[in-house]
């Protein structure tokens, strides 16, 4: 089992940055991936950013691109991913998890076996 725990969502108007924090623990060696999902009210759950935890390549929803950057610190178990440039069709909840590889596909949510509890991001105008 692999346990995440999240922080650093908040509420920041237009054009601001937060950054989220996911820290890994348990079975940590098993960890392939890790991703960050969000969803908005009424919507389903889509990609946001992963990143390989060898070799460190990243990926990014084409909404996203160029405003937000995924980073990992493997030597802490943690994921972050800085937001900047915020807009309002940013507001959801954002969750991170944690691939054990295998069949792995990283905009792909059911290919990912453990995730957190989420935090809220909200961006005002």
């Known amino acids: 089992q692999v346990q995440l725990v999240e922080s650093g969502g908040g509420l920041v108007q237009a054009g601001g940055s937060l950054s989220l924090s996911c820290a890994a623990s348990?079975?940590?060696?098993?960890?392939?991936?890790m991703g960050w999902f969000r969803q908005a009210p009424g919507k389903e759950r889509e990609f946001v950013a992963a990143?390989?935890?060898?070799?460190?390549?990243?990926y990014y929803a084409d909404s996203v691109k160029g405003r937000f950057t995924i980073s990992s610190d493997n030597a802490k178990n943690t994921v972050y991913l800085q937001m900047n440039s915020l807009k309002p069709e940013d507001t959801a909840v954002y969750y991170c998890?944690?691939?054990?590889?295998?069949?792995?596909?990283?905009?792909?949510?059911?290919?990912?076996?453990?995730w957190g509890q989420g935090t809220q991001v909200t961006v005002s105008l």
């Open positions: 998890a944690v691939a054990r590889g295998g069949r792995y596909y990283y905009t792909d949510s059911g290919t990912y076996d453990y």
């Open positions: 348990g079975r940590t060696f098993s960890i392939y991936a």
């Open positions: 990143i390989r935890w060898s070799g460190r390549s990243t």
